[in-house]
């Protein structure tokens, strides 16, 4: 990749990714753009090529500058993070306390009933009845985890109050225990003392034995129901999946393929309900939220990790509902079900593609009553006199519909120089526009991601969050950009020793490189000697050398030998790593720290990398006169991709032109969405990362005067894009032909779709 300066920035056809800092700012010096200045306290980013005279605006972010410092503090997110930590450090020390105190009153209660013979019957008859209180809070328990489905905080609740429950049912067992027994903590040290002494005779150690039984079953029971109460959100979810599974298994048995199981298995679901989304216009609000109405009405969603449930009240209603399953598309493009997860055959690793399925659904934009916003409606049933269509992901290549939506799971991973959508490194340097003969090595139908997916991702962020702004929830894998030295050098090994403080910095499941530079000193994770030690290792976990030193355990087959010169750089999360999060919604870790892959609806998204458009471009022109347009492309039919600009513009649809935008960042103000086509196009610039639809377009410059250029689109963002990247983020200004370590693709089922038309 051919490199370039602007300011003093490093320059690679993927836009600036290193800040020039710039000292204060000056009226009368030109900055450009990720010029960095200080003014007024605060650090501020240039964001526009030839800015002069127009001067930060102090603790806010504007077109021309991007507050990354607010004057005289860190930014309320930093604020927020540290707040947090300190509050979970302090809550998990009170937990550890609180086990610590209850583990040695149940030591002391066991020597004290080990007394005599007659206070062990007694504690045995007592223990009964413990068992039996235990018995009663199970079936709490049980009636607890039974609601967990509709609302996960009343199942925090309950447990939390069973918590409380067992341990006063547990002390007062101790306390019948040991009524025997003079209460004076002293005189109790010394009579277990004495006790312990005498206890010689082989009868009396069998009354021992037994006491020590029952109170370990009392325990061991008490424990396992709470256990099984905080686990019963989580299996929820896997349940739904087994016996949907089951079901489809049954209906498939019967009679007839797996795809006419699934069409007769949703039939079976389809209700009435109506969900609707209404996005105001921009210059009624800058908000990001948008008012959920209908079905949707009063619902709540927030995401989960591997340690910890959220709450889904739509993923689990039958129009939403996510199903894993493995899929192929035939030569026409139409998509073969292959297994469902809970069903033999189903894999996540290996030569399979992984989708998401859910129910086919209907669509409907329309104006507000106000006429001052969009309303996007979602039915499970047809409704084609209302004027609802299916949306583009149902309609087969011959134009009929069929009964089920499905997406891509992840990344795509290379096995043996083909593609395919399953759980392992994400492929990288290969996928571009151009490149879709490697997109079709699974067969003739294939391309990489198309808009219908794009959109998706963006209509499930309106309809689960009530936000345009995905990241206000989770971040993704976009501020994940640390590279350290090597801070001691080892033979033979199969870790890396850093620093504490910056061991710290990394999370367990993500990956990193190691590479020796040696003369080198451009570190950008593009160049190969920047992974040549290790390539894409998996964190396994981070352990202790000593007070000073930390070190990152890695997943790999062989050992290696590092030195201080070395650079240990972040990378992309693997496909899968979102496998063990306990929703349908969340990251492995933290939804907010900027450092997690996450997935919605099941569908992972942001995880360090871009993911190339494989079925759209778009075709920037310059006339003689200097005039410039922006048009955007794309084609339903990935058989017929071309790079060839003129049979684009013949054979391809014209989605819409982009307003200008050249050189420059341009956060979207304005957006042209249908979501039943996988249409998201800007129709305005301004605002944010926190107005409007919180994403940036970057476009790339002006071609020379009677030249044009065709230029690939880069979704979602990478590890370095912060609060510009999510749903509606697109990096545009790279060639169809452009590969980069940054550049990730997924394979979609939708490459081949048809045309509905209504009949009469």
Known sequence: MANKTTGSGQWTNMGNVTTNPDGSYSDSKTYNFLDMVSYEGGSYVCLENGTIGVRPSPGESTDRWFCSSVPGEATPDFKNLVTETKEAARTAKEKASEAETSAK????????????????????????????VVAGYKNAAEKAASSAATSEKNVNDKIAGLDNTFSEKTTS?????????????????????????????????????????????????????????????????????????????????????????????????????????EDLD????????????????????????????????????????????????DDDGNQKITAIEGMPGYKTTGKVNRGIMNMGLYYKKERNAEDNGWLHHWSMLPRKEEGYVPMKECVRSDNTVQGWMLHPKGAAVDIDGVPYVTNGKPVRNKPSYANFAYARKQGPAYCFETDVDAAWVLALTMIKYGTKDLQAYMRGCTAYTAQYNVAVAEEN?????????????????SSVSIGNPGSNTNFDRGYNYMHNIV??????????????????????????????????????????????????????????????????????????????????????STDADGNTVDKYYRTNNAKLLTTNLDTIISTYEEVGIL??????????????????KGTMIPTEWGGGDKAWWADAWYCGGKPAAGTRTGRELLRRGDLYYGGIAGPSYVGGNGGLTDTWWCILATLSPNAVRGEWQAAA
């Open 535 to 620: 390539d894409s290792a998996k964190i396994t976990a981070i352990e202790k050398v000593d007070d000073t030193y930390s070190a990152l355990v890695l997943d790999v087959s062989a050992s290696f030998t590092t030195a201080t010169t070395y650079k240990v750089s972040t990378m992309h999360w693997e496909t899968g790593s979102t496998d063990s999060v306990q929703g349908y919604d969340g990251s492995p870790v933290s939804n907010t720290d900027g450092k997690n892959i996450c997935k919605i609806n099941g569908i992972e998204i942001l995880p360090g990398g871009y993911s190339v458009s494989g079925n759209s471009m778009h075709i920037v």
């Open 173 to 277: 067992a101790i306390e019948t225990i040991n009524k025997s027994v003079d209460t004076k903590a002293e005189e109790i040290k010394n009579e277990i003392t004495a006790t312990k002494n005498s206890m010689v005779d082989a009868s009396q150690k069998a009354i021992n034995d037994t006491i020590d039984a029952r109170k370990t079953e009392i325990n061991n029971t008490g424990a396992s129901e709470i256990k099984n109460v905080q686990a019963e959100s989580a299996t929820q979810t896997q349940g739904i999946k087994s016996v949907a599974a089951e079901q489809l298994a049954a209906i498939n048995a019967a009679g007839g393929t797996l795809e006419s199981a699934i069409e007769r298995y949703y039939a079976m679901r389809r209700t009435r309900e109506i969900y609707t989304v």
């Open 105 to 132: 009153a149940s030591e002391i209660s066991a020597q004290a009933a080990s007394n005599s013979a007659g206070a062990a019957a007694a504690s045995a008859r007592d223990a009964e009845n413990a068992k039996d």
């Open 493 to 509: 090994t199969k870790r890396v020793i850093l620093t504490k403080d910056q061991a710290n910095y990394f999370v367990v499941g």
């Open 282 to 329: 921009p210059d009624v609000t800058q908000a990001c939220t948008v008012n959920r109405l209908d079905a949707l009405s009063g619902l709540t969603c927030t995401p989960s990790t591997n340690t910890t449930a959220g709450e889904d009240q739509i993923g689990t209603l039958e129009a939403f509902r996510p199903i894993e399953v493995n899929w192929i598309l």
């Open 659 to 676: 307003p200008e935008a050249y050189d420059a960042w341009k956060y979207v103000k304005g957006q042209l969405v249908d979501f039943g």
